[in-house]
């Protein structure tokens, strides 16, 4: 069965994130695919969720960075020359060395059999082709969530910014302000990637997802009511003309 292919392309290895993100989150994503474009499509956004990201092109180097990177969870293929993903997987599970390496199988296949025998063979998840960016990065947080209780950090501050997740509230100078749940997923998104430009097609996607009563234009509005809000702190979130927003570091 010849596996699927993306729309994005490249070559060569995927860069480990940069210091600043990796340093509020340390954990090592594997990302196991023969396909350089599969790699940067699994990649990005894992990156962009902060995370150290690593790859590997088939079984055998599979296996070695496992043993010598030791990643917390490995995005797996089960379509690979020489041995499968399921070879892998019940090689990793089945060594003391890397049997707490949590594994997410990653595959074209539907077949609930295949699902199975996954994790028969000890895989702790499974994300089937095509699939959103968010539902990846979401299954990977999960899996070490569930597992291992890894947290995000649940108070980030910019300048004059507190954004507290766990209690879903923002505070600027230190002053509650009320914000809608749309509004604050945009700022704490914004605020995950200080310095970065999101396009409104990124805030769109990644904020309502698949609703259709709004188009990119209207992420305008709810960032200009989100400014209104922040008052003094409006500056943090700058306009990039053409392109989008950022948040200011």
């Known amino acids: 069965m010849r596996k699927s292919t993306s729309r994005f392309q490249g070559k060569g290895r995927v860069d480990q994130t940069s210091p600043q993100v990796a340093s509020a989150l340390a954990e090592t994503i594997l990302v196991v695919d023969d396909e350089p474009d599969v790699v940067r499509m699994v990649s990005s956004p894992l990156r962009e969720a902060g995370f150290t990201v690593d790859s590997a092109e088939d079984g055998a180097e599979a296996l ?104 879903c509230c923002v505070y600027v100078n230190d002053a509650h302000v009320s914000l809608t749940a749309k509004e604050f997923k945009l700022l704490a998104l914004l605020a995950e990637r200080p310095g970065k430009v999101q396009s409104r097609e990124t805030l769109l996607f990644e904020v309502w997802g698949d609703e259709d009563a709004i188009d990119s234009r209207s992420v305008d509005t709810y960032l200009k009511r989100l400014r209104t809000k922040l008052g003094s702190a409006a500056e943090c979130v700058k306009t990039v003309h053409g392109f989008g927003y950022r948040m200011a570091v």
């Open 64 to 167: 070695e960075k496992a043993r010598t990177v030791r990643p917390a969870v490995i995005v797996l293929d089960l379509m690979l020359p020489s041995l499968t993903g399921f070879e892998i997987c019940k090689f990793l599970k089945g060594s003391s060395q890397t049997a707490e390496i949590k594994i997410i199988m990653l595959t074209a296949k539907h077949e609930e059999v295949d699902r199975l025998v996954g994790f028969e063979l000890g895989a702790d998840d499974y994300v089937t082709k095509p699939f959103s960016p968010r539902e990846l990065v979401h299954r990977v947080k999960s899996v070490l969530r569930r597992v291992n209780g890894w947290n995000e950090r649940e108070v980030v501050s910019l300048g004059p910014i507190r954004i507290d997740h766990s209690r």
